[in-house]
């Protein structure tokens, strides 16, 4: 059993930077993929972005090289990077754990692992 844990969310201005912690409890990060998710008020969950336990990385078209997906093995967490934010970022940022071997993907229904979330709100 795996439980994401999500830190680091906030208040930032347009064009800022935040960067969100997942740590998971149960097993190595290392092992199986990790998913960032995002849910704006009003809006349906969406993808943001994830890496697998090859390394092997996967980000949505929406982030536009914006955020940047990376792992410490050492401190079994997961980071996401979020630079330039931008007022439609502002949502609440879930990070999910994807248990089935050698699989990378943008699905929600692939994660059966959630954190209780984050918010991030572009205050501008």
């Known amino acids: 059993q795996v439980k994401p844990v999500e830190s680091g969310g906030g208040l930032v201005q347009t064009g800022g930077s935040l960067r969100l912690t997942c740590t998971a409890s149960?097993?190595?990060?290392?092992?199986?993929?990790v998913g960032w998710f995002r849910q704006a008020t009003g809006r349906e969950r969406e993808f943001v972005a994830a890496?697998?336990?090859?390394?092997?990385?996967y980000y949505a078209n929406s982030i536009e090289g914006r955020f940047t997906i990376s792992r410490d093995n050492a401190k079994n967490t997961v980071y996401l990077q979020m630079n330039n934010l931008k007022p439609e970022d502002t949502a609440v940022y879930y990070c999910?754990?994807?248990?089935?071997?050698?699989?990378?993907?943008?699905?929600?229904?692939?994660?059966?692992?959630w954190g209780q979330g984050t918010q991030v709100t572009d205050s501008s």
């Open positions: 999910a754990a994807d248990l089935t071997p050698n699989r990378i993907s943008g699905l929600d229904t692939h994660f059966g692992s």
């Open positions: 149960g097993r190595t990060v290392s092992t199986y993929t």
């Open positions: 890496i697998g336990s090859n390394g092997g990385i």
